[in-house]
């Protein structure tokens, strides 16, 4: 299903950099918005959430949602090692329950 | 901080032979999940439940699939007879009451069919 497309990377940033990991999707019902922070054998974790079009700001992470080129991305500042994980993006629409989610960009921040 | 919790971590299983997966959502949650994710694959919804009932399926959410909140605190998702392509991590997930509540994710097990 290709609801949400997600460049898998990997990526690689020196400690410090801003990162971007972006995502795009299709269907324009979309109205949640979710990044979800997934280390190895464990669960996705939730790290931003939005409603509709706009910034959210929470520390270091900036996730923003432009639906009018049904776009969705989340900035990372100051990156650190411990911010190496698998990045997902997620949506779903009002009145339905399930999240489409993206194939995931794998993070690696070199100390 | 409460979580998603799940049981067990890792499951092998003989092909035909019925698996049941365990969770215990956030206490407080009225909206449980159950998600898988093939390796190498995206996340994938198989069903929600609410007020004791499946409130939404997906696809793959075939016959062999069933789920069940068997006390107040458990949420089940049972495979009657499994086949090897069941073989995936499978996520549960719950939310709280309100339109866009988001799902908090459990740890997941790994369901290997042999």
């Not at chain 1, 959210?56 to 969705?72: L, N």
């Not at chain 2, 979580?3 to 092909?15: A, D, I, K, L, R």
Request: proline share 5%; charged share 20%.
């Amino acid at each position: 299903q290709k609801e949400v497309e997600q460049d898998p990377g990997p990526l690689s940033v020196p400690e410090g950099a801003i990162v971007s990991l972006n995502c795009t999707y299709s269907n324009s019902a979309f109205q949640y918005f979710m990044w979800y922070r997934q280390y190895s054998r464990k669960g996705p974790e939730l790290l931003m959430y939005t409603y509709s079009s706009g910034n959210k700001e929470d520390g270091r992470f900036t996730a923003q949602v432009d639906k009018s080129s049904k776009y969705i991305s989340l900035f990372i500042r100051d990156s650190q090692p411990s911010d190496s994980a698998t990045y997902l993006c997620a949506a779903y629409q009002t009145g339905a329950n399930n999240l489409f989610f993206g194939t995931g960009t794998r993070l690696t921040v070199i100390p | 901080e409460p979580e998603v919790t799940q049981t067990p971590s890792h499951q092998v299983t003989q092909m035909g032979q019925e698996v049941i997966l365990r969770c215990v959502p956030i206490s407080n949650h009225l909206y449980f999940y159950w998600y898988r994710q093939i390796l190498g694959q995206k996340v994938e919804f198989l069903v929600s439940f609410y007020n004791n009932e499946i409130s939404e399926k997906s696809e793959i959410f075939d016959d062999q699939f069933s789920v069940e909140r068997p006390d107040g605190s458990n949420f089940t998702l049972k495979i009657r007879s499994t086949k090897l392509e069941d073989s995936a991590m499978y996520f549960c997930a719950s939310s709280g009451a309100g339109i866009g509540q988001p799902q908090h994710f459990g740890d997941g097990t790994r369901l290997s069919i042999l």
